[in-house]
């Protein structure tokens, strides 16, 4: 093998040497991400010998996640809340908030400027505030604790039941709101049998139950007899101060004709076809027989029908009367469409729906069902 010349052996290692020189630096290696908050929450509870309990809140929070990217908006929260004392039990909790076990809980919030309200019977009301948190996708709340408030500081209601059968048996339960949520479109039911109270009625129909957390906490009372329209009335009252349901009247039964328009996504509601439906005093109507969750509950009153949305969040606008053919291409941003969780209604009038809770919008009107056909 013959040698290199000077010359071109020269001009092989100046070449090898730019090529090292122009070659790009390895990259260095990036740090590994420090651990999260919910990271943190995790490890302490695998410390602590509840990996169970970590296990099932990854799951939730795993589940907040997928709803959260569903809605296109909101944060996930993860925290705890705890009883100081009293007879109170957290499966009483009244709330938005999901619990996992422990106390651990975790929700899906829309707004970070609107607290998390928990409500429980005979404690303190406390609104979990979130000004304040980094606008992150996963939070974690410090720990709350309920502390079950004097009997100088609770509350009371009383009030009497009256039927136009006389040999109906009336019932009644109440139950503290859920307050007013603050999620994307989780869907939250504000009725947690868990959280029901049975009121004991005397034999002229008379009532009173004690223990209520006052305001802001709101109660909703249930009036319900066979073959008569079931009755609500929300009440709040001061602290140590008892408030007047006042008579609340069981009637028969009146039906209201529904027509709708039912759509996944916003308006316009397209090749959505015109739908009727007969709803009677105190029953549920479904928009989708399939869907889970009611659109709303009829209340039969004395001064006028009421809507009830147990399901929320739910907003709803009044559009004016007409057709609903005509207001089939309604344009909802340029409506103000506030959030409810009851409302009185006007025969005839159009409304708007946006039930998060059920991921659907529904254009609706009710009127009197006229037909002779019970």
């Known amino acids: 093998m013959s040698l290199l010349r000077p010359r071109t052996l020269l001009l092989v290692v100046f070449t090898w040497g730019w090529g090292v020189l122009a070659a ?16 943190d929450a995790v490890a302490k509870l695998r410390k602590a010998g509840k990996a169970t309990t970590a296990s099932r809140l990854i799951t939730a929070v795993d589940a907040a996640k997928a709803e959260r990217q569903k809605q296109g908006r909101g944060h996930v929260l993860v925290g705890r809340v705890t009883l ?36 429980l019977h005979g404690y303190e009301a406390v609104d979990i505030p979130l000004t304040g948190l980094p606008d992150q996708e996963v939070l974690v709340l410090n720990e709350v604790s309920m502390s079950p408030l004097p009997e100088a500081k609770l509350g009371s209601a009383r009030g009497r039941v009256s039927s ?48 209520l957390t006052p305001k802001p906490a709101r109660y909703e009372f249930w009036f319900k007899a066979p073959g008569l329209a079931t009755q609500n009335r929300l009440i709040s009252v001061e602290p140590g101060q008892q408030g007047n349901l006042g008579e609340v009247r069981l009637e028969k039964l009146n039906r209201m004709r529904v027509r709708y328009m039912v759509s996944p996504t916003p308006p316009p509601f397209q090749n959505a076809k015109v739908q009727e439906a007969i709803v009677e005093g105190g029953q ?13 509950t009829y209340v039969q009153g004395p001064h006028g029908g009421r809507l009830r949305f147990p399901v929320q969040p739910a907003r709803l606008v009044a559009l004016g009367k007409g057709r609903l053919e005509d207001y089939s291409s309604v344009d909802p941003t340029k409506l103000t469409l506030p959030s409810l969780f009851e409302t009185g209604f006007e025969s005839g009038q159009l409304y708007l729906l946006d039930h998060r809770g059920t991921n659907q919008w529904v254009l609706f009107v009710l009127e009197p069902d006229v037909s002779k056909e019970k």
């Open 24 to 39: 790009e630096p390895p990259a260095p290696a990036k740090p590994s991400p420090a651990p999260s908050a919910i990271d």
């Open 284 to 296: 549920s109507f479904k928009a989708t027989p399939a869907q889970q969750g009611v659109t709303f």
């Open 84 to 119: 100081k004392s009293g007879p109170g039990r957290l499966a009483q909790l009244n709330s938005q908030v999901s619990l996992v076990e422990d106390g651990w809980f975790v929700t899906l919030a829309e707004d970070l400027r609107r607290p998390i309200p928990l409500r």
């Open 164 to 211: 136009v059968d006389p040999k109906a048996r009336p019932q009644v339960y109440a139950s503290i709101n859920p307050g007013d949520v603050n999620t994307p479109g989780s869907k939250v039911s504000g009725e947690n049998p868990a959280a029901r109270l049975e009121v004991k009625l005397e034999k002229d129909g008379s009532f009173q139950l004690a223990g």
